[in-house]
């Protein structure tokens, strides 16, 4: 396939009858014929009427975007808001949404359509090839850059003039620790307001709905329930304190720490989904899994509120319940971890 006398001037294209489909095989070059098809001129390319025909349909297809974009104006103004309409299959939607998404769509629609038509049709369509070459620097490029570079620190006298150098990086590192200033503005830090919830030691549980207090015998076994702290201030606080009460038999629990921080069966969950902080609430029963509806996260409550598929990152805190002297149940003090989605200082 090469000739090679020994001579770098033997480094030359070599053409051989049997491989027809090789136009030049250059001894030691690292990249292959890439194989590109030879030009063949496109139809607008020689016939000067289908090249206007073609001009022609890129201007009909801006004009119709124009149009459109013009009727995306008149139904904002004409059609009132609250007009509803059929449009199969889609069935009963806003009017003034169908319209303006259809003509915004189209107008769009017809910019693109109008520019792939231009390029393939009008533009010019020759392959080009670029060489490749080697990326790195010849030496007589590299010793010119540097000693360029040599030339420059010299011409500047900061080997010389110390005091320059100095008071310009004094100037140039305020200019650092500047934004680190003004990111103060986003908002005082949450210091522990995300790190606690509203449960106390001893605080009293309640159902979510009626407020009456909650019994070990108030949940069967199998059964779940929503509830919250009887003393909350706010609707944040009360969001961020919302527990899920589950019993299950103690056979049926498979994390020993689990068992441990609830009663008899009987544990408390946070409410708040750890990905996104959107509440739970689809609980499937012969699995014991609860479901985030949001983003389809999925915890097993039977092992310590385990993820077992979704987006979520951490396992679902538990609160550690017992009863009091009056046989309801009450909590053993806040959630050992933040609840609700990742946040800067948690670390």
Known sequence: MSI????ESSRRPVLRPEHHDVVAVIEGDPFADPGLPHHEPRRADVDERAARRAERQVAAMFGLSSLSTLALIVCFVLIDKETMINVFPLGKINALNFALGMTLGLSLLLIGGGAI??????MAGEEIVEDR??????????AAALAALQAGVEDSALPRRKLIGLSLLGALAPIGIAPLILLRDLGPLPEKKLRETAW???????????????RPEDLQVGTLISARPKEVEGLNDLAKAAIILIRLAPDEVRSSRSLQQGYEGIMAFTKICPHVGCP????EQTTHHMLCPCHQSTFDLANGGKVVFGPAARNLPQLSITVDGEGYLVARGDFAEP????????G
């Open 339 to 346: 609840v609700g989605p990742s946040f800067w200082e948690r």
């Open 280 to 283: 739970l609430g689809l609980y």
């Open 133 to 142: 070459h080697p990326q790195k620097s010849s030496p007589e490029v590299t």
């Open 200 to 214: 106390k030691d001893h605080h009293e549980i309640v159902f979510e709905n009626g407020g009456e207090r909650v």
């Open 117 to 122: 038509h231009w390029a393939r049709k009008l």
């Open 4 to 7: 090679d006398d020994g001579n």
